[in-house]
């Protein structure tokens, strides 16, 4: 089984990648931001908890997102693999997601991190703001904090798969096409 993280700041194309992954190896994309949505808006038992949470402005706790993710993945019938989009944020999720997947008999196969510059980013992410009328990303000065808690908080997951000898860089600059086909020469080189 392919199960693949995909990795990097916002604004450095992991969804444009994800759909492309998905339909090229017909992997289930698993976003996490989708799942809080979706787990919301149904107000499911861990959708509740998820919101106590984030209407208090603090961060859900790693067992509320695991938890959530898990029932995700359990709803997958013969599975070929994942994308994890957003997930692991932190060392202990990606050690809970490991445990969970071994209890599946399988793992996570590769981290793929985008790396795009902070500059590029910005600009990306103001002009999808633009076409999305998402306020976090019209406004530079939210979009520069981000991409800060980004580096400081979950940058730090790739050291985790790099020990393991799971970690590959991409560099996300330049046509979707051609960084599409970098990704795809890491993918098809684990293999």
Do not use: W
Not at 69 to 84: D, M, Q
Request: aromatic content about 8%; overall charge negative.
């Amino acid at each position: 089984m392919l199960n693949i993280v995909l990795f990097g700041p916002p604004g450095a194309g992991k969804g444009t990648q994800a759909a492309k992954l998905v339909e090229k190896y017909k992997l289930t994309h698993l976003s996490t931001g989708d799942i809080f949505r979706a787990n919301i808006k149904g107000n499911t038992e861990l959708g509740v908890l998820a919101k106590s949470y984030m209407d208090k402005g603090n961060l859900v706790p790693d067992e509320v997102t695991i938890q959530m993710l898990e029932s995700e993945v359990n709803k997958i019938k013969n599975p070929v693999g994942f994308i994890f989009d957003g997930f692991p944020r932190t060392t202990p999720q990606a050690d809970a997601l490991e445990k969970f997947l071994n209890s599946k008999d399988t793992s996570i196969s590769l981290m793929l991190a985008l790396e795009v510059a902070v500059d590029e980013l910005v600009k990306r992410l103001l002009l999808r703001g633009v076409d999305s009328q998402r306020p976090d990303d019209q406004n530079e000065t939210i979009i520069r904090n981000r991409i800060e808690v980004y580096n400081n908080q979950t940058a730090v997951v790739a050291d985790y798969y790099s020990s393991k000898g799971k970690f590959e860089k991409i560099n996300g600059i330049g046509a979707i096409e051609d960084i599409f086909n970098a990704i795809c020469l890491n993918i098809n080189n684990y293999n």
